[in-house]
């Protein structure tokens, strides 16, 4: 799926325990995607 040009972008921090780092590192790998997509996709 292409990505859509984007002309303004911001950072978003989180701040999460390690634990939970981890879950969501599997979850986008489970994905195949990166940690953006899947952030705004869920």
């Known amino acids: 799926m292409p990505r ?3 002309e303004d972008s911001s ?3 989180l701040r999460v325990r390690p634990e939970d780092k981890a879950v969501l590192m599997r979850a986008v790998a489970l994905e195949r995607t990166d940690m953006t997509n899947f952030v ?3």
Request: glycine share 0%; net charge positive; proline share 0%.
């Open 11 to 13: 950072r978003l921090a």
């Open 40 to 42: 705004l996709r869920h």
């Open 4 to 6: 859509a040009i984007v």
